[in-house]
């Protein structure tokens, strides 16, 4: 890979996990990171440059969808549980 596109791919999982992060809700927030952490190490190996551009694409759409699921979990916050203080 080469090293432009391994600094992209950096990028989008920083920027996932920052916005997992970002989810009110305890449950949904450790789904969420445990998710793009799973991903990320799953696709560790990936070399085809082609292979690289679909993932960083689906990255980018599931990025858009973690930020819209953010913004919805904020409109309906709930209280925090115990474990969440």
């Not at 890979?1 to 920083?14: D, E, K, P």
């Not at 970002?22 to 990936?46: C, E």
């Not at 689906?58 to 925090?80: A, D, N, S, W």
């Amino acid at each position: 890979m080469a090293a432009s596109a391994r600094a992209q791919v950096i990028s989008l999982y920083r920027v996932m996990l920052t916005e997992s992060k970002k989810f009110p809700s305890y449950n949904f927030r450790t789904y969420a990171v445990r998710r793009v952490r799973d991903a990320f190490r799953a696709n560790r190996t990936v070399e085809d440059p082609k292979a690289v551009e679909r993932l960083m694409v689906e990255g980018q759409q599931t990025l858009e969808l973690i930020k819209r699921q953010v913004t919805i979990g904020k409109m309906y916050e709930t209280q925090k549980n115990v474990v969440e203080d």
